[in-house]
């Protein structure tokens, strides 16, 4: 979980709640930016930083203008500017914490269900946790054995 003055943000449930622990409309694309950023923090982000991040085989390639859409769906869900551009670089605007304690006791969730699908170069697995999460992997290129 990390931890900004004016967000707070949980990898596990893909969730970023403002300042007043208020539930954000943060999905998609722009969650991935936010992730992102809270990730490398403290390190700034080039759109090759970020092009890599989204699509490490560079099929689709995100423009200068569609990520500034991105950082502005942020800033307009968060009523607050909290990435900064400048000089063709993202960063972050201000101090951020990550609190380990939450993700640790998050990660160590026991499986109740696990299904795997396996046909060619095709794998699919479908697993339900103990919190009744779903979580689906699909590999269209898998090449290995199960």
Do not use: W
Request: aromatic share 8%.
């Amino acid at each position: 979980m990390f931890k900004h003055r004016y967000f707070s943000l949980e990898p596990l449930k893909r969730e970023v709640h403002d300042e007043h622990g208020k539930l954000s409309q943060i999905t998609g694309n722009p969650y991935r930016l936010l992730e992102l950023l809270c990730d490398r923090y403290p390190a700034s982000l080039t759109i090759t930083d970020i092009n890599l991040a989204f699509d490490p085989a560079g099929a689709r390639e995100y423009t200068e203008a569609h990520v500034r859409r991105m950082k502005n769906l942020i800033h307009k869900a968060l009523r607050r500017e909290v990435i900064r551009y400048r000089n063709k670089v993202y960063s972050l605007i201000g101090e951020l914490g990550k609190a380990e304690e939450n993700a640790a006791k998050e990660q160590a969730r026991p499986l109740r269900f696990v299904s795997v699908l396996k046909m060619e170069n095709f794998l699919r697995l479908r697993v339900k946790t103990s919190d009744g999460r779903d979580i689906l992997y699909t590999n269209e290129n898998f090449e290995g054995k199960i």
